[in-house]
C-alpha cells in the first residue's frame, strides 16, 4: 500500500513514477490537450475526462481532476490512479463518472489514450437515429472510415462497473465512440494522436450538421473511397504531431 498523506480534502501521495521525466512529460502533455479542448469549445463545465495509461505496472493511468476547468489544468494538476480509482498521487480528487469509464477502457480495449467528452456537433448527433458521424461524407469525415463504434443504448449516468464495462465492450476493436444520447470517446496510442482525432470528430460533425441544415439532399462518396482515404491519413501522422507542438506553443500552461 503506497503511504499517503491526507490535508483537508487533498491526497497528496509521494510516487516516484509519477515524479519521473517519462511521466512529467505525460502529465505535460494530456494538460496541454484538456487547455486545448477548452480553447477549441470541447469542454463542458468542469466534467468530462482525459486519460493516458503509464509504462510500467498495470492498470495505472494519468487523468484530469475533479473541480477544475480545463483552461486552468497544469501538469501538476494531473492525478495518478489505478484501475480500482485509488490515488496513488496528485493533489485533487477525480469524479467518479471518470473512474469506471476510463478504467474500463483502458482494461478492456488496451488503449492508452481514453479521450471523454461532450462536444457539441458530435454530440448533437448522437441525438439523432443514425447516432454518430457518415465517414462518407467530409475529407475530414473520411479518415474516420471504419474506426467508429456506436453504443446506441443510454444508461444514465455511469456510476457502477457494469456500466463501464458495458461502454468499453462497446468500443473493443474501435478507436472512436458515439454514446447515445450522452457523448464521444475517441482513443489512441499517443495524446497527440488522440486529440486530433478529437479536435477533427467535431469538426467533421459540425460540417455535417450544417449540411444537414441546408435541407438539400447530401452527396456522400463510395465507401471504397473514403476507405482510401482513412488509410491515407491514417499511414502519415505527422500533421497530428505538428499540430499539437503548436498547440504547446499557443497555449503554455497558466502557471
Not at 29 to 43: E, K, M, T, V
Not at 108 to 127: D, F, I, Q, R
Not at 182 to 208: K, N
Amino acid at each position: 500500500m503506497v503511504e499517503s498523506i491526507i490535508k483537508g480534502n487533498i491526497l497528496e501521495t509521494p510516487d516516484a513514477q509519477y515524479a519521473s521525466p517519462r511521466v512529467r512529460k505525460l502529465r505535460e502533455d494530456l494538460a496541454l490537450a484538456l487547455r486545448a479542448a477548452a480553447h477549441h469549445g470541447l469542454s463542458e463545465g468542469v466534467c468530462n475526462h482525459f486519460s493516458v495509461l503509464l509504462p510500467g505496472p498495470k492498470g495505472r493511468y494519468l487523468i484530469n481532476p475533479r473541480g477544475l476547468h480545463w483552461s486552468e489544468v497544469c501538469p501538476d494538476d494531473i492525478v495518478l490512479i489505478d484501475v480500482h480509482g485509488e490515488v496513488l498521487a496528485g493533489r485533487h480528487r477525480v469524479e467518479p463518472t471518470a473512474l469506471f469509464i476510463h478504467g474500463a477502457v483502458h482494461r478492456l480495449t488496451g488503449h492508452a489514450v481514453v479521450l471523454h467528452c461532450h462536444m457539441p456537433y458530435a454530440t448533437a448527433l448522437t441525438l439523432t437515429s443514425d447516432r454518430a458521424l457518415d465517414p462518407t461524407l467530409s475529407q475530414n469525415a473520411m479518415r474516420y472510415m471504419g474506426r467508429i463504434a456506436i453504443d446506441t443504448q443510454y444508461n444514465g449516468l455511469a456510476l457502477d462497473d457494469a456500466e463501464g464495462e458495458r461502454i468499453a465492450r462497446a468500443m473493443v476493436g474501435k478507436d472512436v465512440a458515439f454514446l447515445a444520447n450522452h457523448g464521444v470517446i475517441v482513443a489512441g496510442a499517443t495524446i497527440a494522436h488522440a486529440y486530433d482525432d478529437l479536435y477533427y470528430l467535431e469538426r467533421s460533425c459540425m460540417h455535417q450538421v450544417i449540411a444537414q441544415q441546408t435541407g438539400r439532399p447530401l452527396a456522400p462518396v463510395d465507401a471504397a473511397l473514403a476507405a482510401r482515404v482513412a488509410a491515407q491519413i491514417q499511414g502519415e501522422r505527422e500533421q497530428s504531431d505538428l499540430f499539437f507542438e503548436a498547440l504547446r506553443r499557443l497555449l503554455p500552461a497558466p502557471r
